[in-house]
């Protein structure tokens, strides 16, 4: 079962640039590994990142089989107005979560 | 199984011809690592024809890395983020990876500091490249030289 963690602040000041991390539970096959028997295990990532803060993006990732399991994105943004970010990760397989976190801006 | 893998090997070949028409003739089979000419393929389908300049760019990342399994990295540059002059989008790369992009990051003014973190995977020592695309259209890069002692990708899965 996939979980998010988000560390959103849960207040800020007007203008004040904050930091988001993120981190989705995931294995993040690479597909090139091999059984011990020489079969190749498929891949299985996630292959995208998106965060809009109030329904507008403002970070987008297209992640490879280089970046590491349980993915951990961290970025910035300026904390304009209280509200929503969303956050949504897709991948192989059909893998589709989301999660959100609210901010109050002062 | 067998007929798994002419699958997978047909769209190999018609996913790399699609990909590279043009550029180079065919990448129909996946060798065993990225080689430095995937790595610079892999860079000029991002930044085209532009010059890539080294500088404003930090990349940070322990030079000594005993699991190659995860990596920490940030990426950032002393940018002021407004609309006239802010950085557009930033693209990590690898050198001896099976695969050698790592990840692209897409940034805009509204976040106010150009600064991304994550962490990431090496199959071998090697050369990491960190590339940022300005609002003025120019590129930047950085690279740092990496020594693992524990490879990741390389172990049997269970």
């Excluded at chain 2, 994550?118 to 003025?136: E, F, G, N």
Aim: proline share 6%; with cysteine.
């Amino acid at each position: 079962m996939a979980s998010a963690l988000i560390n959103v602040p849960a207040k800020a000041k007007r203008g004040q640039i904050i930091e988001i991390r993120t981190l989705m539970s995931h294995i993040m096959e690479t597909g090139f590994r091999h059984t011990a028997a020489g079969e190749l295990v498929p891949r299985d990532i996630i292959t995208s990142f998106v965060c809009r803060y109030n329904g507008n993006e403002i970070f987008r990732a297209d992640l490879f089989p280089a970046i590491a399991a349980n993915p951990f994105i961290s970025f910035f943004t300026v904390a304009t107005e209280s509200g929503k970010f969303d956050f949504e990760w897709i991948g192989d397989n059909g893998f589709s979560e989301s999660a959100s976190a609210r901010i109050t801006v002062e | 199984m067998q007929e798994q893998e002419t699958t997978r090997r047909r769209f190999l070949t018609l996913a790399g011809s699609a990909a590279v028409a043009g550029t180079i003739p065919a990448v129909t089979l996946r060798p065993a690592e990225a080689t430095p000419a995937m790595l610079a393929s892999a860079i000029r389908n991002v930044v085209g024809s532009a010059e890539v300049r080294t500088g404003k760019v930090k990349l940070d990342i322990p030079p000594l890395v005993e699991n190659g399994n995860t990596v920490p990295m940030t990426v950032s540059l002393a940018s002021p983020m407004t609309p006239e002059d802010h950085v557009k989008s930033i693209h990590v790369f690898n050198e001896k990876n099976p695969q050698p992009n790592i990840g692209n990051f897409y940034l805009g003014p509204g976040n106010g500091r150009a600064q991304v973190s994550t962490r990431i995977r090496l199959a071998d020592s090697q050369k990491v490249v960190a590339i940022a695309h300005l609002s003025d259209g120019s590129f930047w890069s950085a690279t740092v030289e990496i020594v693992v002692t524990l490879a990741a990708c390389t172990e049997e899965a269970s």
